[in-house]
């Protein structure tokens, strides 16, 4: 009776970890999917502001929103991610700004990390893209680029960090 009763036993702690499993891969592939919906808005806002500006501005507002993937992504992988959502160690409590994973470090300890950040990230350069739209034909695309290292490393990140880490002023 005993070894019937350790292989139920065995067979519930599988069942349990099967369970966990696809509960990890279906929120990692739900998170994927609306991530690439929002990156999406990016293809959408392009087609949007290229038809609204006159024909010679139609280069440099794809340009910009190009721009804001490519740069956006970038400044929110080294310095906006940790920002947001680095949580501070009980050492170097902050109420301004997070404190760690700058460049996706320990990400690998915790592999939900790469899926959050791909999922935020798309939210931070659709907030540049957005800005795009609203300056189309009134800035250049330099002063534009600069917009975007602010927006994606300083605005949106701190901006985060107090709304929505539970340890920031708002």
Not at 19 to 26: D, G, P, R
Request: aromatic share 16%; proline share 2%; glycine share 8%.
């Amino acid at each position: 009776m005993s070894t019937i009763d350790e292989r139920v036993a065995a067979l519930q702690k599988d069942l349990a970890e099967t369970k966990e499993n696809y509960n990890e891969a279906l929120d990692t592939i739900w998170m994927l999917v609306c991530a690439m919906l929002v990156f999406f808005m990016h293809s959408g806002f392009s087609l949007l502001e290229a038809g609204c500006v006159r024909f010679k501005n139609t280069q440099n507002i794809l340009a910009k929103n190009l721009c804001v993937v490519t740069i956006g992504f970038l400044c929110w992988y080294i310095i906006g991610f940790p920002l947001a959502f680095g949580v501070p160690t009980a050492s170097t409590p902050t109420k301004f700004a997070g404190s760690n994973n700058f460049a996706m470090d320990g990400f690998f300890e915790d592999k939900t990390m790469f899926r959050n950040w791909f999922f935020q990230g798309c939210f931070c350069a659709t907030g540049g893209t957005i800005v795009s739209g609203a300056i189309a034909e009134r800035t250049k695309l330099r002063g534009f680029a600069t917009f975007t290292v602010l927006m994606t490393t300083i605005i949106y990140p701190i901006v985060i960090w107090w709304g929505w880490s539970g340890n920031g002023w708002l």
